[in-house]
């Protein structure tokens, strides 16, 4: 239909995460941003919010994915893609699994937390009644960067 937007692949959805993570340094916030796609249409992006909310569940994957199900109004998201900057954590794995997303899409592994390959693999664990696709590594090179920079800027 004319006037919809073009479906988005996840190079560039993984530049508006990307975006997102800066906005999220800028504000003095670890630099992890999400985006939350069905069929290609962006249905929610955020940032981590854990220093401005106090909420040490803020992260920017469980933020998406509760404004994800919010907007489609189904807490169920397994036509949904979560792209992330950085590999998901336990809490935020936990998140996917509960919301039954069908696909992640990170760019930097996370060896000390990363719950989707790197430490622990929520995603495909045959004893959950629910497995994620998963698509590592996409511009895992510029979401590292801007991790790196933001802690090296704090020690």
């Not at 003095?28 to 999400?34: K, L, S």
């Not at 189904?74 to 954590?89: F, K, M, N, Q, S």
């Amino acid at each position: 239909m004319p006037g919809e937007p073009l479906p988005i692949d996840d190079h560039a959805a993984m530049g508006l995460a990307l975006d997102l993570a800066r906005e999220a340094a800028a504000a003095n916030e670890v630099p992890v941003g999400a985006v939350v796609l069905i069929d290609g249409q962006v249905v929610a992006a955020r940032r981590n919010e854990r220093q401005q909310s106090g909420d040490p569940t803020a992260h920017a994957e469980v933020l998406a994915i509760r404004d994800a199900a919010a907007a489609l109004g189904d807490r169920r998201l397994r036509d949904a893609t979560l792209v992330v900057t950085l590999e998901p954590c336990p809490l935020c794995a936990g998140a996917v699994w509960a919301a039954q997303v069908g696909r992640v899409v990170f760019g930097a592994a996370d060896l000390k937390a990363g719950a989707m390959g790197s430490l622990y693999n929520v995603a495909v664990d045959q004893r959950l009644n629910h497995t994620t696709e998963v698509v590592a590594g996409v511009r895992a090179d510029e979401a590292a960067d801007l991790l790196t920079a933001f802690f090296a800027d704090r020690r």
